[in-house]
């Protein structure tokens, strides 16, 4: 139990389909990540936030959208996403963007896009 | 290109044998860290290391970061099959302030059969 938690765990979407993966720390950290974890491929870095702000997008395309409510809890907007778009998707937290290299990642999504 | 390699990329070895991964690059790194991913689960990080020629031990795990702080290595002796997972090395690039700036290589699949 890393103190990162990720819901739903799993995830079957149709290419039409709008959803939503939700991520949230425990842990009082300031920065949130999203990663996409593809087979064969290394982790790919797509959206940072730095107290609820986002300072970072990773030539992410628009099907994905991220938001930032508060420093506990981040989001990931999905819609008419394509196959190719299956992969985990790994949230992660640290202490700061700044100050702190030693992210805390939670268990993932799972996704696949049919 | 990829920035971080990891070798080798697969890894299957019985109880008991001890083993060597190794992360190198073309680039200076001022601090790489070293995380395990069991399946269904996030990274976990297991150590960083700062100093060129550093040495960490966690239990049976002896991380090393090479002297120019381009590679690094993982060395584990008598291997037990919790062991077992995809061994992902990260670096932060000099001159990186932000959190955001891990690069992953894309890992080493270990798997220790009793």
């Known amino acids: 139990e890393t103190g990162v938690t990720q819901t739903p765990r799993h995830l079957v979407m149709g290419m039409t389909n709008k959803k939503s993966l939700k991520c949230e720390q425990h842990?009082?950290?300031?920065?949130m990540y999203w990663y996409k974890q593809s087979a064969k491929k290394p982790l790919e870095l797509m959206f940072v936030?730095?107290?609820?702000?986002?300072?970072e997008n990773n030539s992410v395309p628009s099907r994905f959208s991220p938001e930032c409510p508060n420093s506990s809890h981040l989001f990931l907007h999905l819609h008419t996403l394509q196959p190719e778009d299956s992969a985990l998707y790994l949230c992660?937290?640290?202490?700061?963007?700044?100050?702190?290299?030693?992210?805390?990642f939670g268990p993932g999504t799972r996704l696949t896009v049919t | 290109t990829q920035l971080l390699e990891q070798s080798p990329q697969f890894l299957s070895i019985q109880e008991g044998e001890n083993l060597t991964v190794y992360c190198n690059s073309s680039?200076?790194?001022?601090?790489l860290q070293w995380y395990r991913q069991e399946p269904g689960e996030g990274p976990v990080l297991l150590v960083t290391?700062?100093?060129?020629?550093e040495v960490k031990k966690l239990k049976r795990l002896t991380f090393q970061f090479g002297d120019a702080r381009k590679d690094s290595s993982l060395h584990i002796t008598a291997a037990q099959p919790g062991d077992t997972g995809l061994y992902l090395c990260?670096?932060?690039?000099?001159?990186?302030?932000?959190?955001?700036?891990?690069?992953f290589g894309e890992g080493t699949q270990l798997t220790v059969n009793p």
């Open positions: 290391v700062v100093t060129g020629g």
């Open positions: 680039s200076v790194f001022s601090s």
């Open positions: 990260a670096g932060v690039r000099p001159g990186e302030t932000s959190g955001s700036r891990l690069t």
């Open positions: 992660a937290s640290s202490r700061g963007a700044e100050d702190s290299y030693e992210q805390y």
């Open positions: 842990l009082g950290h300031n920065a």
């Open positions: 936030y730095s107290l609820e702000e986002r300072v």
